[in-house]
Structures are given as structure tokens and as C-alpha cells.
């Protein structure tokens, strides 16, 4: 869904010399680049976070305003320019899954022509907090900072936000769920794709299966039946049809043609998840896209 209100389009910004250092691979380029409308630091998490004798102070918790940002050779120079945002679980510091190669991994498998983001969440604790990302319009301010950040470094031109995909593993989903339970952020949210990312938050997640124009995916393990059967049950109270498969039935025609949500009960480990379908997701889900086009 093209986002008017985020182009980008001064020519003194185009002009500026590029600041971050980017790194190139065969599929495109990354960096690591700091953030005003990333999720820390925040007034969330100003004091910290406790969870019952557990502290975790704000810092190195919540101050890391990094966000790994990949961008394929096959992004538009101009134009709508689409975005993967993938918010994390718990215990992770990003700094180090990006020098480690995840995020590139990632993105390398999806092989689609959108800039990825992996914002930093709570760093090495066990919160689901998002901070600004959780605040209204907090999911807007990134992704333009993000497109303002790609201009002065002259990857992207006269540009526009295309498609956003929201990606949330685990922890995430409270983030997920906050900003999809705000209206004026999820109508520019088109694909949301949950790796047992359910453990509440269902009026956002609901609200987002929900809408119409929204591709909604659940890939749940048994840890997480109940809480997706919630999710299900709340969408038949509302009218709203949807589809259960098991992992052994799912195929890429069935991801890639099916508009209404789907719950998928995958046999994987928790962790396992991300590797095995954040690509997949995000190839099926462009396939739908361009069949619908």
C-alpha cells in the first residue's frame, strides 16, 4: 500500500555524501545504521526492566538504536520501494546475529526486491517490549527515517514506501500486536507472517487477520495450538474465514494463492522457525501480491 505522506524527494538530500559503511555481497548491500525511530532508547524502558528478581537495566538493554538494514540489487532506484520488518524474540542482540551473517542469510534466501530491517529489540532479555515501536505512528517514523536514510545515501531516488511486511518470531508478538492495534499503522501494513509470535496482543493480531487487504500467516509449534486456536476463535466470532493446515499438507501454490488467513501447525522447534519460513513466507506472499496485481 503506497504511503503518500513518506515520499522523499528534496535534491539536497540526494546530494549528500553517503555516510554509513556499507558491506556488498552477490544479492546486494547492508549496513548497520543508527536510528532516531528505532525501537531504544525509549521512555518504556528508561528505568530499565525488572521481571521478578531479574533486572535488566536500560543499559546495554535498551540503548542500542541499531538497525541492520539490507538493501537487494533488485530494489527500485524510484518509485514505491517495499519493506520487511523483522522484530525479534527474547535473548538476542542483533549487533551480533549481524556480524554473524543472520540478517544477510535471511534476506539472501527471500530474494525479493525490498529493503529488510531488523531493528534492535530489548537486547539479551527476556521482554517483549518494542519502545517506539510500540507507541502510536511508531512503525511510520521508521520506515521514513529508513526511506530518508536510503535517499542521503543515494541508494533509492524519488521514492515512495510500497508493500511492508511485518515478520515477528516469539517474543515479538506484543510488539506486533501494538502496532497492528493501531489503525492508522496497519492500514499501510499488507503481509503479517507470525513465527509463534501469539503468546497474546490478539486485539492487534486479530484486527490485522481481520482486514481484508492484510495476508495474515501463523506458523505455530504444539507449544502454541491454544493460543492460535484463541486467535481462531475470535475470528469465527467476528465472521471472518480463515484456514488450518498442518505442515505436511502445506505447498508454496497453496501459500502463494490463498488470501483469507491460514494457521499453519509446523512439527519444528520454536527456534527453528525463522530459518525454515521467513523466506518462504515472504516469496509466497510477493507471488500473491504479484498475482493480484
Known amino acids: 500500500m ?13 546530494a549528500a555524501t553517503p555516510e554509513l559503511a556499507w558491506e556488498s555481497a552477490p544479492w546486494g548491500r547492508y549496513a548497520l545504521a543508527a536510528m532516531q525511530a528505532a525501537p531504544f532508547p525509549s521512555a518504556s524502558r528508561a528505568q530499565g526492566y525488572r521481571q521478578g528478581p531479574i533486572n535488566f537495566p536500560a543499559d546495554p538493554h ?11 540489487h533488485s530494489v527500485p532506484p524510484v518509485g514505491a520501494v517495499d519493506f520487511v520488518v523483522y522484530l525479534h524474540g527474547h535473548m538476542t542482540n542483533m549487533e551480533r546475529r549481524y556480524y554473524e551473517g543472520w540478517p544477510q542469510k535471511l534476506a539472501a ?10 531493528p534492535q529489540g530489548p537486547k539479551m532479555a527476556t521482554d517483549s517490549d518494542y519502545g517506539k515501536l510500540c507507541e502510536p505512528g511508531g512503525l511510520v517514523r521508521l520506515l521514513s527515517e529508513a526511506l530518508e536514510m536510503l535517499t542521503r545515501e543515494q541508494v533509492v531516488g524519488d521514492a515512495t514506501v510500497g508493500r511492508v511486511v511485518l515478520v515477528g518470531h516469539s517474543g515479538a508478538y506484543y510488539g506486533m500486536g501494538r502496532i497492528l492495534s493501531d489503525p492508522d499503522q496497519r492500514k499501510i501494513v499488507d503481509e503479517v507472517d507470525l513465527l509463534d509470535a501469539s503468546y497474546g496482543e490478539y486485539e492487534g493480531l486479530v484486527a490485522a487477520a481481520s482486514e481484508p487487504g ?34 505436511a499438507d502445506l505447498t508454496d501454490e497453496r501459500l502463494s494463492s490463498e488470501r483469507e488467513p491460514l494457521f499453519i501447525h509446523s512439527q ?4 527453528q522457525l525463522p530459518e525454515l519460513y521467513f523466506a518462504r513466507l515472504l516469496r509466497t506472499g510477493f507471488q500473491l501480491w504479484q498475482r493480484e496485481r
Not at 492460535?228 to 476463535?233: Q, S
Not at 475470535?234 to 471472518?240: D, M, P
Open 2 to 14: 503506497p504511503v503518500a505522506f513518506l515520499v522523499v524527494a528534496p535534491l539536497f538530500v540526494t
Open 62 to 72: 535498551y540503548v542500542d538504536n541499531r538497525v541492520p538494514v539490507l538493501v537487494p
Open 109 to 118: 534466501e527471500a530474494d525479493l526486491p525490498a529493503v529488510f530491517l531488523f
Open 214 to 247: 492484510i495476508v495474515f500467516r501463523s506458523v505455530f509449534s504444539s507449544t502454541l495450538a491454544a493460543n492460535n486456536v484463541e486467535m481462531m476463535g475470535r475470528l469465527e466470532a467476528a465472521g471472518c474465514a480463515f484456514h488450518v493446515l498442518r505442515e
Open 268 to 271: 519444528a522447534a520454536h527456534d
